[in-house]
């Protein structure tokens, strides 16, 4: 609760085109987006009294938490009193929209259905005109196209897709044979030539010096699952720090490009000239350029990554289970203060 008034502003639009197409828009200001009942009741052509019904049901099913979606505001009545008014969150707001039986609604789940199935159809949904027509100078509504464009550069500079892209690339090359293991290896060279630009070191190198069992998550900054799995530490990029990740990502973006425009124009390429041009394109953009192989193995790097790994899950284990017995003797303390005491006895003299 806040002695604010009313919330900032915002809109939730849900409207037709001249196509016949459903568009929902959110203006938020500051990230966020807030009605009363009554604006619900407007959204979605319904009563307040629906709304407030649709609510009720909302949060006894524990679909939402009043407290995670409910804020109340000062708001200026026409009589020029202030009146606390509670106020929902967007994710209420959709809840509602799930629920309550009106043309309006309806419209609304169309829209809802038909951006989750290509969720789960494409693996992504996109609003292109909100990207297309960003906000002008000096809005306060906020432009997520920088966010995107970063998630992109990192979903394409993730190994499986780097390697498939560039293996895609060098079936251009004049000889090129999928079958060859000179081409896993050639791979490895580009992506060691790519780290090094960026970090001073090749992937390999990069494993050997940030696995350590004595830092916290073995000195990685990311990994797949809840917690560090063996899998996780021989992944080079998995060591990176975030400024690190985001320059790589970008560096492999702009090569990945250059290397699709050149096998594009068809032109006769052998596997090694691509060392070459990705030495040219690295020494045009001012980047440190790998020359050899680097100074450890991939191979020992892996083997002294697995060693710390060995040493790290040693010790997670004997802290899980040390934190697991600390709970076991606070829960029976617990338990022992709830028993009821026992009363004083006292005898009858004789």
Sequence with gaps: MTDQLQPLPGEF????????????????????????????????????????????????????????????????????????VAYYSLEAILAVGYRVRSPRGTQFRRWATERLAEYLVKGFTLDDERLKNPPVAGSAVPDRFDELLERIRDIRASERRMYLRVREIFSMAADYSPTLPETTQFFRFIQNKLHFAVTGKTAAELIAERADSRQPNMGLTTWKSGSVQKADVTVAKNYLRESEISELNRIVTMWLDFAEDQARRRKEVFLKDWAERLDAFLTFNERDVLTGAGRISKKQADAHAENQYEQFAVQRRALLEAEGADANVRALEDAAKALPKPGKSSRKRK
């Excluded at 197409?21 to 052509?45: H, I, K, N």
């Excluded at 609510?55 to 009146?83: C, H, M």
């Design 13 to 84: 639009l849900l409207y037709e085109t001249e196509d016949g197409r459903t568009r929902v828009e959110c203006r938020f200001v500051a990230d966020t987006l807030w009605l009363p009942q009554a604006g619900m009741a407007e959204l979605f052509q319904t009563s307040k009294q629906n709304v407030a019904k649709h609510l009720k049901a909302i949060f006894a099913e524990g679909e939402l938490r009043p407290e995670a979606v409910v804020n109340q505001w000062l708001t200026t009545a026409s009589d020029g009193k202030n009146y606390r």
